[in-house]
Structures are given as structure tokens and as C-alpha cells.
Nanobody, 128 residues
Framework: LQLVESGGAVVQSGGSLRLSCSAS????????VGWFRQAPGKGREGVSF????????EYTEAAKDRFTISRDNAKKAVYLQMSHLEPEDTAVYYC??????????????????????WGQGTQVTVSS
């Protein structure tokens, strides 16, 4: 059971990217999904989160007003639209899924420790 991220690239400061997250071995539409990132020399941090039904979303301060998370359950994919990118956004971006959310209300947003399925990450590099 694995998640697959795509869409990472090298982009200039001020540019935009859309990351995609899909699943292998299970159906992503059954789980809440979060985007996380890890910059060189730093720990993994949360970026944005979306509930199983897509109704509830949450953004960390770094992502507010610049990033938008969405999901298409028919396509079994979750997206992170990133705009106004800055060099500080350079990191490996991961999507995570919380298996417990398949048993809970559709609008539930998991706590960070509840994410238990992960992808290999996709590199986003923002040049100044």
C-alpha cells in the first residue's frame, strides 16, 4: 500500500506548480490526505490537509493564501496547487493518508500522528 506523488519540478520564484497524489494498492477516496514537506536539514512539516469527503481543509501558516488543496474522488487523486512560490518552499513534498479516517466521519481531519501511509516524495525546487 503506497502513495505516489508527482508534479515536482524546478520553478522560478513567483511561479506555480500543481502536485498530485494517487494511491497504489488501495483507494485514496477512503482516506483523509495531507501534504507534508521536508527541506534539507529540517524535519518533516505539515502543509495542508483535506478530509475524506473534501469538506474540511486546513492550511499551515506557510501555505495559507498561496496553496490550495483539493481532491477528485472520482479520479482517486488529491492535488496541491501552489502559487507565489518562494525559495523557502524548496523541499521534498510528501502526501500521507490516515487509514483511521476510513472508519470516521467524512469531514474528520486527522492529527499529524494519524497519517500512516506515505509516498516517496516529489522534489520542488524554487530558484531565486
Amino acid at each position: 500500500l503506497q502513495l505516489v506523488e508527482s508534479g515536482g519540478a524546478v520553478v522560478q520564484s513567483g511561479g506555480s506548480l500543481r502536485l498530485s497524489c494517487s494511491a497504489s494498492g488501495f483507494t485514496l477516496d477512503s482516506y483523509a490526505v495531507g501534504w507534508f514537506r521536508q527541506a534539507p536539514g529540517k524535519g518533516r512539516e505539515g502543509v495542508s490537509f483535506i478530509s475524506r469527503d473534501g469538506i474540511s481543509t486546513e492550511y499551515t501558516e506557510a501555505a495559507k493564501d498561496r496553496f490550495t488543496i483539493s481532491r477528485d474522488n472520482a479520479k482517486k487523486a488529491v492535488y496541491l496547487q501552489m502559487s507565489h512560490l518562494e525559495p523557502e518552499d524548496t523541499a521534498v513534498y510528501y502526501c500521507g493518508a490516515a487509514s483511521v479516517t476510513s472508519l470516521l466521519a467524512g469531514s474528520y481531519l486527522p492529527l499529524p500522528y494519524e497519517y500512516d501511509y506515505w509516498g516517496q516524495g516529489t522534489q520542488v525546487t524554487v530558484s531565486s
